[in-house]
């Protein structure tokens, strides 16, 4: 198993569209202010139909906070892939021992970001996490993140297509409206 850390601005870029544009007004407002994201962008974002759009708007805005915080990203990329590396195999092992479950993927990789404190994707091998964290704390959330890819593995392939109809299914269609 294989965890590799590193920065992806388009991955940044298409994150925040896709977090900006969800139909939960409130929730909106509170992401923005969480990524450091000003009005004129979230209303821009809120008022477009799709990405094309939006994109060389979000891409400023994610190039300019990229560049002017490359240094400490690119710290945070060297202490948590440092950090991370000392648990890698002990993580993935417990994991796998403690599920009986194998891992979806052999490799999962970390984008470090400057707006987004923590992201996993359900049947995707790329998290994200923030990259202000003391790279020892980061680890936890780290976790956290490969985890819920893992889990939502674990209840896909238990669950959800072996149990047609099932209390799972139900439940996993009232969460993805």
Wanted: charged content about 30%.
């Amino acid at each position: 198993m294989k965890t590799i850390f590193a920065k992806n601005s388009e991955y940044d870029a298409r994150v925040m569209w896709s977090m900006l544009k969800s139909l939960d007004p409130a929730g909106v407002v509170n992401r923005a202010r969480t990524m450091k994201i000003g009005d004129e962008l979230l209303t821009m974002i809120s008022t477009v139909q799709n990405y094309e759009e939006a994109k060389d708007a979000i891409e400023k805005v994610v190039w300019e906070r990229h560049a002017d915080e490359e240094q400490i990203t690119d710290k945070a990329v060297s202490d948590y892939q440092k950090t991370w590396d000392e648990i890698n195999d002990i993580f993935y092992n417990e994991v796998e021992n403690i599920t009986g479950v194998p891992w979806e993927f052999s490799e999962y990789r970390v984008v470090v970001s400057p707006f987004h404190r923590g992201i996993s994707n359900r049947g995707k091998n790329v998290v994200a996490c923030d990259a202000y964290e003391d790279p020892n704390a980061q680890k936890r959330k780290i976790a956290h993140e490969i985890l819920m890819v893992q889990m939502w593995y674990i209840f896909d392939s238990k669950y959800l297509e072996s149990k047609e109809g099932s209390s799972w299914g139900s439940l996993f269609g009232h969460l993805t409206k």
